[in-house]
């Protein structure tokens, strides 16, 4: 199962999730008590194993403030937590492709794509609705836009989702395991991997462990 820890701003997160080797990193751009500058993020992901995606974390900001971090190589994938319709996204996605094309010398085709994706997030009270079509890339299932709450996830287990899915919202060492049998693409923990606000080194390494082992 892979597995996402979000929220790192510190030399020591870094640390943490380099040991640990998650598949992907999220720095939160939006206003949040985990909340980074474009020059700390560079920083971190300087620092940040190759192996590992990083993902940016934004609350209807501004297209060209993430293609700009996407251009830096801060960036691979943008999480959308805000009111984010399909043209901002079809926008965000075509500034960043184009670049991706400029720098490897080459078109896009289908079977090469773009390398920017998108992550759309899903709040857990729109799951009885209908899910319009969207070209993001991956969906996000969450109680809110990053409240660390859980949330039913009974709704889940019967639900089909046409894109790849994360899994967030209050998951944490006592109930991933529940998480992971709902077969999502990937979890995604942020608070459940700290204590008192900050990110722990050994719930983090469990987190990862239990994921592993995981289907």
């Known amino acids: 199962m892979r597995i996402k820890i979000c929220g790192l701003f510190r030399d020591e997160d870094i640390d943490y999730v380099n040991e640990g080797r998650p598949d992907f990193a999220g720095f939160v751009f939006a206003p949040s008590k985990r909340q980074v500058s474009a020059p700390l993020a560079q920083y971190l992901r300087f620092r940040l194993a190759n192996d590992i995606v990083p993902v940016g974390v934004f ?35 075509e500034i960043c492709d184009a670049y991706s094309q400029k720098r490897s010398g080459r078109p896009d085709t289908p079977e090469t794509g773009g390398t920017f994706k998108v992550i759309k997030v899903i709040k857990s009270e729109q799951l009885k609705q209908h899910l319009a079509p969207t070209c993001a890339d991956y969906l996000l299932v969450d109680s809110g836009a990053g409240t660390g709450k859980s949330f039913d996830w009974k709704p889940l287990k019967t639900k089909k989702f ?54």
């Open 162 to 215: 046409k894109l790849p899915w994360f899994l967030a919202g209050g998951v944490n060492i006592k109930n991933i395991e529940q998480g992971i049998e709902l077969n999502p693409f990937a979890i995604d923990v942020s608070s459940g991997a700290e204590t008192n606000g900050i990110k722990n080194r050994d719930k983090i390494l469990q987190l990862i462990s239990i994921a592993r082992k995981g289907k």
């Open 59 to 93: 609350v209807n900001a501004p297209v060209n403030e993430i293609a700009a971090l996407y251009q830096s190589g801060i960036i691979s994938i943008a999480q959308l937590h805000g009111n984010e319709d399909e043209s901002y996204i079809l926008r965000l996605k």
